[in-house]
């Protein structure tokens, strides 16, 4: 984004804090927007048979949202959560789409955000399909070792498809 293009991008941004275990989106809502964490740690979970099943984390300077939902308008089938205190800048979906018809740049930038967060997804399903849980935390060590110390211990376990007790 040129420089006037990021201020009227930020002109559509609020912050956000969110304290530790609150809840960002709950499954079942309709995602509207997304967060631009300048501060702490979000997890993306489903339940299942009772449970969290950590499916992503996201730190500072990534984008959290449920994509799925928020680009079909569809029910979330993810929550997000702070796993630690919050703060992000958040923007709506529809002040997004109304900068898109403003400057070709947030057409860019829209196009990027979104192939960043399919990506994400197209990681997260590739690594729980094709890698054992030995494997999905020997890449963990290797790409994201500052995860590790940060997310509680029963989170990580259910994000790398085993039990606390196999971790």
């Known amino acids: 984004l040129s420089p006037d293009e990021y201020a009227q991008f ?5 912050v956000r ?4 275990k609150s809840t960002l989106l709950e499954a079942g809502q309709v995602c509207r927007g997304v967060f631009l964490l300048q ?11 009772g449970r969290e099943v950590y499916q992503e984390f ?26 630690e205190d919050v703060e992000a800048l958040y923007f709506s979906r529809e002040a997004m789409l109304r900068l898109y018809e403003t400057a070709p740049g947030f057409q ?3 196009r990027q955000l979104l ?15 094709a890698l054992s849980a030995r494997e ?11 995860l590790i110390p ?7 376990a259910t994000y790398l498809g085993m039990t606390r007790a196999t971790l």
Do not use: H
């Not at 089938?77 to 702070?82: E, I, Q």
């Open 115 to 129: 192939e960043r967060l399919l990506i994400g997804k197209s990681d997260q399903s590739w690594r729980n399909s």
């Open 150 to 156: 940060r997310v509680p211990f029963q989170a990580l």
């Open 17 to 20: 804090t969110y304290p530790k």
């Open 10 to 14: 930020k002109g559509i941004c609020t």
């Open 58 to 83: 996201f730190f500072e300077y990534e984008f959290a949202t449920d994509v799925a939902s928020l680009t079909a308008q569809q029910p979330a089938v993810n929550s997000l959560a702070a796993m």
């Open 39 to 49: 501060s702490g740690l979000v997890g993306q979970f489903q339940y299942k048979e």
């Open 136 to 146: 999905r935390y020997a890449l963990i060590e290797r790409a994201k070792p500052f």
């Open 108 to 110: 860019v930038f829209g």
